[in-house]
Antibody
Framework: QLQLQESGPGLVKPSETLSLTCTVS??????????WGWIRQPPGKGLEWIGN???????FNNPSLTSRVTISVDTSKDQFSLKLRSVSAADTAVYYC??????????WGRGTLVTVSS | SYDLTQPPSVSVSPGQTASITCSGD??????ACWYQQKPGQSPVVVIY???ERPSGIPERFSGSNSGNTATLTISGTQPMDEADYYC??????????FGGGTKLTVL
């Protein structure tokens, strides 16, 4: 059974960079059938797609966030990562890593809360 | 950008049919997915490719998609179906797009 697990700091200061890593187990990132990505959910609000990447490193980000987002992949470790620059309180959210197959997002991590505060 | 619109809330009595709509420009030409999210949990896909149900999802969940509207229908709604539901599609310019979510109350 495929599992995804987010890791990274739960507290980030305003204007700094949020960095998270997703570790995939029970399967390999190294497949051309899937996209690996990040989705966030501010407390009490809806889901927002951040972006995704494939095993070869091709990424596609939400146009509203792309200027601040970098998603990278390390197939040797079955990991992919998110960097979100210049964060503010509006970036406080539960961050999920997930797998997308064509349109559907079929596997999700459990999510990790990141709070932006000084 | 491509937008999907859902009603903020829907109420249904136990055993009745709940319908949750999702509207977007020519959404019927796209593949729509529906996710169920219960408090404190990650979303779970209940419908993909507009009408397909993943294994393990009860038969009372069904989907349709035509014109500008996709619909999630829950027949014989049970108290355990109370949750937030999100529609989702893919747009070649915007990427993954989610609707704003619908809170389903079973009372």
């Amino acid at each position: 059974q495929l599992q995804l697990q987010e890791s990274g700091p739960g507290l980030v200061k305003p204007s700094e960079t949020l960095s998270l890593t997703c570790t995939v187990s029970g399967g390999s990132i190294n497949s051309n059938n899937y996209y690996w990505g990040w989705i966030r959910q501010p407390p009490g609000k809806g889901l927002e797609w951040i972006g995704n990447i494939d095993y070869s490193g091709h990424s596609f980000n939400n146009p509203s966030l792309t200027s601040r987002v970098t998603i990278s992949v390390d197939t040797s470790k079955d990991q992919f990562s998110l960097k979100l620059r210049s964060v503010s309180a509006a970036d406080t959210a539960v961050y999920y890593c997930a797998r997308r197959h064509q349109v559907v997002i079929d596997y999700w991590g459990r999510g990790t809360l990141v709070t932006v505060s000084s | 950008s491509y937008d999907l619109t859902q009603p903020p809330s829907v109420s249904v009595s136990p055993g009745q049919t709940a319908s949750i709509t999702c509207s977007g420009d020519k959404l019927g030409d796209k593949s729509a997915c529906w996710y169920q999210q219960k408090p404190g949990q990650s979303p779970v896909v209940v419908i993909y490719q507009s009408t397909e149900r993943p294994s393990g999802i009860p038969e009372r969940f069904s989907g349709s998609n035509s014109g500008n509207t996709a619909t999630l229908t829950i027949s014989g709604t049970q108290p355990m179906d109370e949750a937030d539901y999100y529609c989702q599609a893919w747009d070649r310019y915007t990427g993954v797009v989610f609707g704003g979510g619908t809170k389903l109350t079973v009372l």
